[in-house]
């Protein structure tokens, strides 16, 4: 089957997110999914059953049994969710300037740490003031992986886990702009935000990062670093996780709920300003 021109991030994730809203309440027989993925716009294939084939194959939990299709965040507890958190280092805004120098990814479940994914990037060229932020400089990356070699790496590491960050437009942006550079399809996986949840869970000052880390005495030696700020984001996970109200019991819940009005003081709000200095300065630039 002949794939049609390249779509849109945004546009797509649009339509996984519309598709997981119809299997929110109920699962739907597979001719009902099929029938909704062909009226998407900007999908990649002609075909509503190769469509169906991709999402799943970039991360967008679905399981098909006796021909219905299950949205698998809407069913998992969120004690049996395993939860991806991610963070990356860049030396530069975006794929079009530059690249990921560092990734860094935690799986969490049930309470712990049950794996971790940590890789610098070979890279040409960092820009002093990144260097001077992350400590990461030419040399140490001379001999590390290639990005795409690293990119498939983590695609494979990441599975259909919820994808967590904070701020995590960035992070999942970038990464899956950069799947996408490399042929790896894009980012489906379902994402949550720890600054999100936290303005739900946490009564603080400001969500960014290192003030979350001080206030919950978590004590990371590194900073900037992207397994070190991954590992930070998953114990702020952990407190906001054990603060839910009881009513929140399933994954698909949990993301709904990081997204409602119930912020426990709106008259804090987090301001992100984005520039080409480093992403790690818009994470924690708050008001």
């Not at 294939?45 to 219905?68: H, Q, R, T, V």
Request: hydrophobic share 40%.
């Amino acid at each position: 089957m002949k794939a049609k021109t390249k779509r849109k991030n945004q546009i797509h994730l649009r339509n996984s997110d519309i598709l997981a809203s119809k299997l929110t309440s109920k699962d739907l027989p597979l001719e009902e999914v099929l029938s909704i993925i062909s009226t998407f716009k900007n999908t990649f294939f002609n075909s509503a059953s190769l469509e169906l084939e991709l999402l799943i194959s970039n991360g967008f939990p679905l399981e098909i049994e006796d021909e219905k299709v299950l949205l698998k965040t809407a069913r998992t507890r969120i004690i049996d969710q395993t939860f991806c958190i991610v963070d990356i280092e860049t030396n530069a805004s975006n794929i079009q300037k530059g690249q990921i120098i560092e990734l860094g990814a935690v799986k969490y479940k049930n309470g712990k740490i049950i794996d971790k994914f940590d890789s610098l990037v070979y890279a040409k060229d960092i820009p002093p003031y990144i260097q001077e932020v992350t400590n990461i400089t030419p040399l140490m990356l001379e001999d590390a992986p290639k990005i795409q070699d690293v990119l498939e790496e983590f695609k494979i590491f990441l599975e259909d886990d919820i994808f967590v960050a904070h701020d995590i437009k960035f992070d999942y942006k970038f990464i899956s702009d950069s799947f996408e550079k490399y042929d790896l399809g894009v980012l489906e996986n379902r994402k949550l935000c720890t600054i999100d949840l936290s303005k739900r869970t946490i009564k603080a000052q400001r969500y960014g990062l290192d003030f979350l880390k001080d206030l919950l005495n978590i004590n990371i030696a590194f900073q900037h670093r992207a397994y070190s700020d991954a590992l930070s984001t998953t114990y702020i996970l952990e407190h906001a996780l054990e603060k839910l109200p009881n009513e929140i019991q399933v994954s698909e819940d949990l993301l709904v709920f990081s997204k409602s009005n119930n912020i426990i003081n709106p008259a804090v709000k987090h301001f992100v300003k984005r520039d080409a200095v480093s992403k790690k300065e818009e994470k924690d630039k708050n008001v």
